[in-house]
Every structure is written in C-alpha cells, then in structure tokens.
C-alpha cells in the first residue's frame, strides 16, 4: 500500500487552440474527468484534518478537508464507515486515510471518499495517551480527594529533573531568588529518550528517601515537542508519582502542555519556574504577610484587651454595688438581732414570763373561786328539788317488800319438784356408778394399752397390766393365763 502526500503539482499546459467541432460538452468533460479518477487505484493518504463537519444530523455523513503543508483535499467519510470508527475525527489530527478519488459533476468537485482511517504519528501517540489517561482516571488516580496538600511554607525541596539542562538551574535560582532559607536537593535523571521513565521512577524513590523527609517534589523538565514529552506519559512513571510517600508538584513542558504525571501529581504547574514559585512564596511577600498580620494581631489585641478592660471595669462596679448592697443588709439584720430585748436585756425575758406567770396564776384561782361558787349555788338550788322528789319512795319501798316475800314463798314450791326428781336421778345413778361396784370389792383390769380388758384372752404371759380399785391402782405383769372351761371349747 502506497502512502502519498499531497503536494500541489504545476498543472498542465494548456491545450492547442482547436476547432468548435472537436470540443466537448461540459457534462462530456466531467464525465471524461470521472472515468480518469475511477482509474486510479485505492490510496492511503496522510494529511491533518481540518474543516472537520459531522456527522451531519439527517445523514451522518462527515465532510472535511486533509491537507499538508503545501495542499489541501476535500473528504468525505459516509455514516457506515464513521460508525465503525476507533476514534472521533477532529481538527488537528494526524489521520492516515485509505479510499477512492471521485468527482460530483453537477458541481465538478472533486472528492475523497475514505473507506477507512487510522490515527498516525501524533495523532496516534494522543489517541493512547488520552486511553491510559481515561483507564487511569477510571481507577481515582486523578481524583481530587486522593491528591496531598502542598505546605504553603515548604523548606526542603527535592527537585528530579536531568542536571545537564537549564531547568535545574533556573528553579534553583528560582528558589533562591524566592526565599533563600529553601534547602533544594537535586535528584539527576534523564528526561528524554530510552530508559528516562525508569530512571524518573527511581529518582523519585531517591528523593523520597531522603532523610529527614522533604516538603515536596518538583518533577520537572523544559518544553519540547509532543514526542518529546512522551516519556512523562508512561503508565508506570504516572503510577509511581501517585504512589510516592512524598507530595509532587509537576512543571512539564510549557503552558499547553499537559501530560498523564501531570494528570496524577499532587499539584500541577504550567512550567519548572512556575512549578518552583508555587512551593516557595517570595520572602518579600512573607514578610509583608508577617506585617500585616502582625498589625491585625495587634488591633485585635489592642480591641480584645479595650474589650476585656470595659468589661472588667463593669463586672467590678457590679461587684461592689453588689457588696454594699449585701453588707447593707447584713448590717441592719445585725442591728435587729441586737435591738431585740432577749439580746439586749437576757433577764427581761425570765421577768416577762415570771409576770406572766403570775398573772395566770391569779387568773386561774380567781377562775376556781368562781367555780366553786357556781357549783354551790347549783346545788343549794337542787337540795329543794331533792327533797320533794323523795316523798314517793316509801310507797314504791312497800311494794318491793310485798313483791319480795311472794318470791320468798313460791320458789321452793317451784322447786320442790324439780329436786325430788333429782334426788332420785342422783340414787340411781350412783347405784349404777362402777366406783360404787369397786367399793364392793370389784376391781377393773386394763390391757398394755390402756384399754379395758373384757377377757382373759386379752393378755399373754409377759403382758403388763394395770388393775382399777376404789382406792388407786395396781400395775403387773401376768405370769399365767387360765381360761375358764367354756361349753364346746376344748383346753
């Protein structure tokens, strides 16, 4: 496959004058201008797009330009081709296209019709750089959160960058010129070419081992072309700045530049001297903060302690108003105590309650005397009354008398009857009472358990006894037991 640039050839010379009858049409002579290009075999052209339209909203078809230094070619890609591609078009891209030239003879313009692209040279190295930017940003490696805070006042510095260049230099005296009390350490590494990236990666290793520990770590290097700066694109460089232990401050290239390390740093600077001032704030404009500072401390101060003054001024008046108010009351408490006469005159309180006790005494006889005279007046009154109630007492005294001999006279005829019964009950029972039997003679035997023995067979040989006579009783033991012959029992 053929790649072409395209130049701008001296077009032909014109042809000889001929005769009317030999000319063509114009839609002849497009169609012969049509067959010409139709012969010319599938091409891959190099060029930059420029112009770039689409995809167009009714068609989806893309028009353009490619063009070189020199020429410029208009393009069409249809929708079908467009739909399948890796990448958007845009202006500015490096894009090798494969396709046919053709000619739309209505207009006669002549057209590249694109069948396929791909990105080449730079336009490629974007294209995988804006690919690893994206999967890296998808794993938070550009998040804002994970970035570090730089000290405002950094005074250790390592800077990694190649020691042969003018970069180093010009942040050193960058920082020198800034604030001379920054201690710079400079970490040599190549920042260009085979085996840069790597040794970027130890330098940083190097600078974040560094004893004591730095502030920061400027990773920088000049300005230079796209491929130039490539080597700050690598993926593990990029990785190797997120994971350092230290923060990173990046000045790559110039203000349009923008690498992946950039992307990952803690902070991003525009250039190495920008990248120097942002860690190290002027020692003037320090001084200046100091000042002002200084000067809005002391007004606070100065407005804290009038502040406090006043107010501690207030507070005391308070506390003496305060004081004389509570020793006011105090005192006249004090005077009330004193005034009073248990205090002043301890033996007018016993003369006051001897007083007083007099004067119940003599109210409490005088209220006797008169009690007494009331209650003799009540019953001089009652001996009277007394006296005449009495007069019907002998005739109810001669009544009780008449009532007291009838009782006198029926009652042991009432009872006479009563006691003959009972006197004939007594003998009976006392005929028929076993205390009576035993005084005959009789005695009652009870077996071991205190029960009455009706027989003989109630006891054994060796079984004790207690004997019933009028008189006490007799405990035993049975030596013998002799049943009485008994008809039909035989012994």
């Known amino acids: 496959m053929n790649v072409w640039n395209l130049t701008t050839e001296k077009p032909p010379a014109p042809p000889s004058a001929a005769g009317e009858d030999d000319a063509l049409s114009v839609s002849q002579a497009a169609e012969l201008a049509a067959g010409a290009l139709h012969g010319v075999p599938k091409i891959t052209v190099l060029g930059e ?18 063009k070189d230094e020199s020429a410029a070619l208009d393009c069409i890609v249809w929708k079908g081709t467009y739909d399948k591609r890796a990448f958007d078009l845009r202006d500015g891209l490096q894009v090798l296209f494969t396709g046919t030239f053709d000619l739309y003879k209505p207009t006669g313009k002549m057209s590249f019709k694109a069948s396929s692209f791909t990105l080449a040279g730079e336009g490629l190295l974007r294209q995988q750089v804006a690919q690893l930017a994206e999967r890296l940003r998808r794993e938070g490696l550009m998040e804002p959160e994970r970035k570090r805070r730089i000290p405002v006042f950094c005074t250790r510095v390592a800077v990694v960058t190649s020691l042969s260049g003018a970069v180093v230099n ?23 070419g085979e085996g840069a990236p790597a040794e970027l990666i130890e330098g940083l290793r190097r ?70 001032e942002s860690v190290a704030p002027e020692f003037a ?38 004081t ?25 309180v016993v003369d006051r309650r001897r007083a007083e006790l007099a004067q119940t005494s003599d109210r409490f006889a005088q209220a006797c005397d008169r009690s007494l005279e009331r209650h003799a007046a009540s019953l001089e009154r009652m001996a009277p009354r007394l006296a005449g109630s009495t007069t019907g007492l002998a005739r109810k005294r001669h009544a009780l008398d008449l009532a007291t001999s009838r009782l006198r006279a029926t009652g042991p005829r009432l009872l ?76």
């Open 49 to 66: 797009v420029t112009g770039f339209r689409g995809p167009n909203a009714r068609s989806g078809h893309c028009y353009f330009q490619i």
């Open 170 to 192: 010009d942040v050193k005296r960058t920082l020198r010129r800034r604030n001379p009390l920054v201690e710079v350490i400079c970490v040599g590494a190549k920042v260009q």
């Open 207 to 276: 600078a974040a081992a560094i004893t004591p520990a730095p502030d920061c770590i400027l990773l920088v290097r000049g300005g230079g072309s796209f491929e130039d700066l490539m080597t700050f694109n690598d993926e593990e460089l990029a990785r190797a700045v997120a994971a350092c232990p230290v923060p990173v401050v990046t000045g790559i290239g110039h203000e349009p530049d923008n690498s992946i390390c950039d992307m990952v740093s803690d902070r991003r600077c525009s250039t190495p001297t920008a990248a120097a």
């Open 285 to 322: 404009e320090l001084v200046n903060v100091l000042d002002m500072r200084e000067q809005r401390l002391q007004s606070s101060l100065s407005a804290v302690t009038s502040s406090a003054s006043a107010d501690l001024d207030g507070r005391a008046a308070r506390l003496a108003r305060a």
């Open 324 to 348: 004389d108010a509570l020793l006011g009351r105090f005192s006249l408490a004090i005077e009330g105590y004193a005034s009073r006469p248990c205090l002043a005159d301890p033996a007018h």
């Open 416 to 491: 006479s009857a009563p006691l003959a019964s009972l006197g004939r009950s007594a003998a009976a029972l006392d005929a028929l009472s076993p205390l009576k039997v035993l005084a005959r003679g009789y005695s009652i035997a009870y077996d071991g358990d205190g029960r009455v023995a009706t027989s003989a067979e109630s006891f054994a040989p060796g079984d004790g006894l207690r004997v019933r006579m009028a008189d006490g009783d007799v405990r035993a033991r049975v030596d013998e037991v002799s049943l009485a012959p008994r008809p039909g029992r035989d012994d």
